[in-house]
T-cell receptor, first 111, second 115 residues
Framework: DQQVKQNSPSLSVQEGRISILNCDYT??????FLWYKKYPAEGPTFLIS?????DKNEDGRFTVFLNKSAKHLSLHIVPSQPGDSAVYFC??????????FGTGTSLTVIP | DAGVIQSPRHEVTEMGQEVTLRCKPI?????LFWYRQTMMRGLELLIY????????DSGMPEDRFSAKMPNASFSTLKIQPSEPRDSAVYFC?????????????FGEGSRLTVL
């Protein structure tokens, strides 16, 4: 059974607007949360992370929010750019090595 | 600096054949991971090594799958015999065992098609 779920397979956003990608997890023991970005024919690349002691982490245009009580995290991209068009994977795990990935959300930023 | 290198990039084989996928991690990284990507299940962790020793292989789907890391710069994932349901993209990733940042460095993947 999927321990990390990304229920939106795809998302389209206008350039300059906010993109919000959502992720839910089931295991309350998860303490580490990550977002990866993947372009076609390439491996995933690390985007941003957060540990359970925080509820927000920001890196430039990217912000990850964690709501442990709801077992939910989200990635906000502001402003969205066409180069952000990619598949975004959410991952979570109990340790720094054992991560469970979601099935991904394909983001399209429309110029 | 070279990233994680995987070979082959594409492999097409027939059911029952042996498949070997190869990975060279980033020099100095002491953790190596094998993942499989499918549409239905996303990225699944198959096995990971620390200092060439397998730590957790609970994600290996069946005995037909095996992985080795004979030295710090090389790992293989073998499927014998292969089946059509093994068709997927297989990724290798590595990281250093220093302070955790969450960053795994992935290779470009090996796309396997079993006919």
């Amino acid at each position: 059974d999927q321990q990390v779920k990304q229920n939106s397979p795809s998302l389209s956003v206008q350039e300059g607007r906010i993109s919000i990608l959502n992720c839910d997890y089931t295991n309350s023991m998860f303490d580490y949360f990550l977002w990866y970005k993947k372009y076609p024919a390439e491996g995933p690349t690390f985007l941003i992370s957060i540990s359970s002691i925080k509820d927000k982490n920001e890196d430039g245009r990217f912000t990850v929010f964690l709501n442990k009580s709801a077992k939910h995290l989200s990635l906000h991209i502001v402003p969205s750019q066409p180069g952000d068009s990619a598949v975004y994977f959410c991952a979570a795990g109990p340790t720094g090595n054992q991560f469970y990935f979601g099935t991904g959300t394909s983001l399209t930023v429309i110029p | 600096d070279a990233g994680v290198i995987q070979s082959p990039r594409h492999e097409v084989t027939e059911m029952g054949q042996e498949v070997t996928l190869r990975c060279k991690p980033i020099s100095g990284h002491d953790y190596l991971f094998w993942y499989r990507q499918t549409m239905m299940r996303g990225l699944e962790l198959l096995i990971y090594f620390n200092n060439n020793v397998p730590i957790d292989d609970s994600g290996m789907p069946e005995d037909r799958f095996s992985a080795k890391m004979p030295n710090a710069s090389f790992s293989t994932l073998k499927i014998q015999p292969s089946e059509p349901r093994d068709s997927a993209v297989y990724f290798c990733a590595s990281r250093a065992g220093t302070a955790w940042t969450g960053e795994l460095f992935f290779g470009e993947g090996s796309r396997l098609t079993v006919l």
